[in-house]
Each structure stands twice: as C-alpha cells, then as structure tokens.
T-cell receptor, first 112, second 111 residues
Framework: NAGVTQTPKFQVLKTGQSMTLQCAQD?????MYWYRQDPGMGLRLIYY???????DKGEVPNGYNVSRLNKREFSLRLESAAPSQTSVYFC???????????FGPGTRLTVL | SQQGEEDPQALSIQEGENATMNCSYK?????LQWYRQNSGRGLVHLIL?????REKHSGRLRVTLDTSKKSSSLLITASRAADTASYFC???????????FGAGTRLTVKP
C-alpha cells in the first residue's frame, strides 16, 4: 500500500496563476481532508469530503476549491494564487469520523 | 474553538530522559489524538484516547486525559535521538470535520 500520495512535492507560482494539488489514497477510506500548515501554527482545515460525492468547507476555505473525483482521489485547486497561500499543504484520509487520520508527505507551495 | 494548545512550545532534553508535553482544549470532545511530525514530513498518528479513558500506553508512550480540566499529557520515556520531532495534539469532537490541531511542541533529544 502506498497510503496517501500527493503531487507535486514542491511548486512555485506567481501571483494570479492557478494550479491543482492532487491527492490519492489506496486504503479504501471514506473521508478525505486538505490542510495547510504555516510556521508556528498547527494544521488548519481547508476543505473535507466525508464521502464520495460530498465536499464541505473547513476553517479556511477562501481562495480554494476542491473536487472529490472518486473514492480514491481528492484534489485542491487554487484559481488565482496569492502570496498569503504560501504554505505546506497536507492531504489526509480516514475510514470514518473519529478514527485516526493518515497523512500524505505534503506539498510545499510558494507564491511570489 | 476546540483547538488544542500544546505546552511547552519547545523542549530540549538529553537522550535517556523522559519528555512530557501537555495539551489543553476548550470544548467537550469525543477523543484526543497525538501525532508526530518529523521535519519536512507528514504527520504520523501515535495514539488515540477516548473521552471515557483516563490513561493509555503504547510502547514508550503514555497518554493521560483529564476531561474535567480539559487537558492531556504525552509522556515519552527513555527518549532517543530519533524521537526528535514536533508533536501535535488533535481534538476530535465527532463527525467528519471536527478535528482540530494545536500548534505543536518541538522536541529535541540530544545524543
């Protein structure tokens, strides 16, 4: 099992550019999550998908969109990147609520 | 917010010593989880303690939970250099979106 995979590992964007972060899990988990991690802060939830076909906003959804493509894949899109979106982005999944979460290795994004 | 807050922010100890990290939170929870993050890597789940449990052990890890004080502690015994990492508590209220992470404790174990 690969667990949770994320692509790309690193990305540099210019202000106003768009990009999609990809996430896939092979553990047959129902729920998937996107977090951002900024220095000195914990993880903050951007969007989550409780099950295939559903998505919901987390704490900091502004400037982002998501797609739950199928049970395995959950993508995060930045339509018009801003310097404030410079961060490390983590995807996570779990079988159901109240279980432990499994994290991907992260994507380090810099917006100039 | 039910976000957990870890204390201390940073901790430096010698190999073989014990390390204790604390977590406080604000609202009622269903469970509390501890995660480790090595530099530049994703988080790894360490241990989960439910609201009706007071203490849990896993190898060199001991977690306590005091729901009356809304606090938890993580004890790592006989620490090793490989334990150097950031440790996060996460409170889970229930449902799929109610997990909140603290800012973490950065532990350095000197050989």
């Amino acid at each position: 099992n690969a667990g949770v995979t994320q692509t790309p590992k690193f990305q540099v964007l210019k202000t106003g550019q768009s990009m999609t972060l990809q996430c896939a899990q092979d553990m047959n988990h129902n729920s998937m999550y996107w977090y951002r991690q900024d220095p000195g802060m914990g993880l903050r939830l951007i969007y989550y998908s409780a099950s295939e076909g559903t998505t919901d906003k987390g704490e900091v959804p502004n400037g982002y969109n998501v797609s739950r493509l199928n049970k395995r894949e959950f993508s995060l899109r930045l339509e018009s990147a801003a310097p404030s979106q410079t961060s490390v982005y983590f995807c996570a999944s779990r079988y159901r609520g109240l279980d432990e979460q499994f994290f991907g290795p992260g994507t380090r994004l810099t917006v100039l | 917010s039910q976000q957990g807050e870890e204390d201390p922010q940073a901790l430096s100890i010698q190999e073989g010593e014990n390390a204790t990290m604390n977590c406080s939170y604000k609202t009622s929870i269903n469970n509390l989880q501890w995660y480790r993050q090595n530099s530049g890597r994703g988080l790894v789940h360490l241990i989960l303690i439910r609201s009706n449990e007071r203490e849990k052990h896993s190898g060199r890890l001991r977690v306590t939970l005091d729901t009356s004080k809304k606090s938890s502690s993580l004890l790592i015994t006989a620490s090793r250099a490989a334990d150097t990492a950031s440790y996060f508590c996460a409170t889970d209220k229930g449902g799929n979106n109610d997990m909140r992470f603290g800012a973490g404790t950065r532990l350095t174990v000197k050989p």
